[in-house]
Structure formats: structure tokens, C-alpha cells
């Protein structure tokens, strides 16, 4: 059962990350000025984050989905959703008029709490995959009773 | 654990080098005239210079005579909620693709106005950066354009683009 939960996550969280990544590598630019509202970096380093991150969070998710070094994958995304909490929390308590710039241009509204649940769910996600998925393999595994899961 | 870790960073270590790859090949980073890749933003200065200001009684009349062109770097919300008479929407974090709605209609000496909102507000700052790295060196900020205008009791309008 902890297996399929397991799986089903692994979709959810990694298929999330891919999302939002994929709608940010095509449009560096405007996550460039996303990060740059945050004003939390120093401006030396925005153009390398909106260049680097989207791919990070591509390659996790992708690794996730398919179940290459589960455990590692989850373990990038948790501290992403770690550093996005942060980041969130600075701009509400600031508050600042920005867009999340999550999941690029989408949903461009206000940044609010609604962000900040988004990334409590999948912080909650990976930090649970993170504790679960010890044993890692490349491909399928094998529960105790010899029956072939999904990967 | 410290099998993960080192995973994890690898994960990190490749992914960094295929971003920084992928971004030296790529040239669809910028509209025409903009300088591609780096740097996809401009960083804000402290403060603006004298000739980057305009004032509000410069600004009323230059856009009576309507030889200035007022661009808006609000939101389009913000924008469609109300703006200037006759300005021009043009949104600091949607930069790359608005800018060719409105780079048809300047020259490149043109009198150009770009406000927001607020004494604080930076976006009309980022715009002019933006703007004179392109060439257009006549560029000016209304500072608290929205706020101003509104409070000297001049032309407002609503809804998209003019």
C-alpha cells in the first residue's frame, strides 16, 4: 500500500516540478523579473537562478517520475520547497506585490497563502518521500510476496 | 544518507551545467534589439538621476501638446484598472514579450514617459534601464506617476491597450 502511495507521489510531486519548470526554462526572462521582485537575492545572481533552477527542478522531478535515485530526487525537491517557503513567507510578510512566478506566468495573481499551502503540500510530499524511499533502484521492485509494482 | 546527499548534489551539478549549456545556445531569449542571454534583467540603482526624472508640470505639458509617449509598467491589471489617458501598457515583469506591441510605435528619440505606482515603486525604474539599453535615450520617470495624476486631476482612461 505504501508502495502505490509511494508511486502515486512520486507523480504528483515530480510531474508538478516538471510542470512548472518546463513553463520557466521557456521563458527565462520573465522569472528573471519574478526573482528579481523577491528582492531577495543580490542582482549578480538572478540571471544564473532563472537560468539553473528550472533545470534543477526538471531533472529532480524527472528522476522522480521515473525512479532514478528516488530518495536523492526527492531530497533536491524538498530542499526547493524549503527555499520557495522561505522565499513565500519573506514576500507575504513583507508584503510585497509580486506573482509567485511558480509556475511561470500562470495563475500571475498576488502572491498569497495559496502559494504557501501549494508548497506546504509538496514540501509535505517530498519530505514523506524522502523518509520512505530507503531502498533505491533503478527500475521495478519487488515486494516481499514476489508481486512486481510499478517502478 | 551520504550516499543520497552526494546524489543529490549530483543531480544539482548536472543540472547546473546542462541550464548554463542549453542558455549559451539558446536565441530566443530576447525580442529584436535586446541583448541576448545575459543579463535578463537590469539591476536597480539607488536612486534615479536628475535627467532621468520628469516633473509632474513637464509631464502635464508634454502630454497636452502629446509629444510624449506615456508607457504604463504596472501590471495589465493594474493597467486596466485605470492608467493615464492615452498611455501605453507595457508591464516591467512581462518585458520581453510586450515589448514588441509597442516597439512599432517609437522612434528612437521619442519622448518617453514610464510611471507606476507608489514612491517606492521600481518598476518605472527598470523599464528606463531597459529601455536606454536598447536605445532610446530620451527616457524619463513620472515618480509616483499613478498616484499624481490621479491626485492633479488629469485625463484617466480604463481598459486594455488604446
Same mark, same amino acid.
Given at each position: 500500500?505504501?508502495?502505490?502511495?509511494?508511486?502515486?507521489?512520486?507523480?504528483?510531486? =515530480?510531474?508538478?516540478?516538471?510542470?512548472?519548470?518546463?513553463?520557466?526554462?521557456?521563458?527565462? !526572462?520573465?522569472?528573471?523579473?519574478?526573482?528579481?521582485?523577491?528582492?531577495?537575492?543580490?542582482?549578480?545572481?538572478?540571471?544564473?537562478?532563472?537560468?539553473?533552477?528550472?533545470?534543477?527542478?526538471?531533472?529532480? =522531478?524527472?528522476?522522480?517520475?521515473?525512479?532514478?535515485?528516488?530518495?536523492?530526487?526527492?531530497?533536491?525537491?524538498?530542499?526547493?520547497?524549503?527555499?520557495?517557503?522561505?522565499?513565500?513567507?519573506?514576500?507575504?510578510?513583507?508584503?510585497?506585490?509580486?506573482?509567485? =512566478?511558480?509556475?511561470?506566468?500562470? =495563475?500571475?495573481?498576488?502572491?498569497?497563502?495559496?502559494?504557501? !499551502?501549494?508548497?506546504?503540500?509538496?514540501?509535505?510530499?517530498?519530505?514523506?518521500?524522502?523518509?520512505?524511499?530507503?531502498?533505491?533502484?533503478?527500475g521495478g521492485a519487488c515486494e516481499k510476496d514476489g508481486s512486481i509494482v510499478a517502478p | 544518507m551520504a550516499r543520497t546527499l552526494w546524489r543529490a548534489l549530483m543531480i544539482v551539478a548536472a543540472s547546473l551545467l546542462v541550464g548554463l549549456g542549453v542558455n549559451a545556445f539558446r536565441a530566443d531569449l530576447a525580442p529584436s534589439g535586446q541583448p541576448r542571454r545575459l543579463p535578463l534583467v537590469t539591476p536597480p540603482k539607488a536612486d534615479l538621476a536628475a535627467g532621468e526624472i520628469v516633473a509632474m508640470t513637464e509631464a502635464e505639458q508634454l502630454w497636452n501638446e502629446g509629444v510624449a509617449f506615456f508607457l504604463d509598467s504596472r501590471t495589465s491589471a493594474d493597467y486596466q484598472a485605470g492608467h493615464i489617458a492615452h498611455a501605453h501598457s507595457l508591464p516591467d515583469e512581462d518585458f520581453a514579450s510586450r515589448y514588441g506591441d509597442v516597439e512599432p510605435l517609437l522612434t528612437r528619440d521619442a519622448e518617453i514617459i514610464v510611471y507606476c505606482d507608489g514612491v517606492e515603486c521600481d518598476l518605472s525604474h527598470r523599464l528606463l534601464e531597459k529601455l536606454r539599453a536598447l536605445g532610446y535615450p530620451r527616457v524619463r520617470v513620472l515618480v509616483n506617476g499613478w498616484s499624481e495624476w490621479r491626485k492633479a486631476g488629469l485625463p484617466t482612461a480604463t481598459g486594455a491597450q488604446p
Open positions: 500500500m505504501t508502495r502505490l502511495l509511494s508511486f502515486v507521489l512520486r507523480l504528483l510531486l =515530480g510531474g508538478a516540478f516538471v510542470f512548472a519548470a518546463t513553463l520557466k526554462i521557456f521563458d527565462p !526572462a520573465s522569472f528573471a523579473n519574478d526573482i528579481a521582485h523577491y528582492r531577495l537575492v543580490p542582482h549578480l545572481w538572478i540571471n544564473f537562478i532563472a537560468i539553473t533552477l528550472p533545470w534543477v527542478e526538471l531533472t529532480a =522531478g524527472l528522476a522522480l517520475i521515473f525512479g532514478f535515485w528516488r530518495r536523492a530526487s526527492a531530497l533536491v525537491l524538498l530542499a526547493l520547497t524549503v527555499v520557495f517557503l522561505i522565499a513565500i513567507s519573506q514576500a507575504i510578510a513583507r508584503g510585497l506585490d509580486i506573482r509567485c =512566478g511558480c509556475f511561470g506566468t500562470i =495563475g500571475a495573481g498576488q502572491i498569497g497563502w495559496r502559494n504557501l !499551502a501549494i508548497d506546504g503540500a509538496l514540501m509535505a510530499m517530498a519530505a514523506w518521500l524522502v523518509w520512505r524511499e530507503k531502498n533505491e533502484r533503478l | -
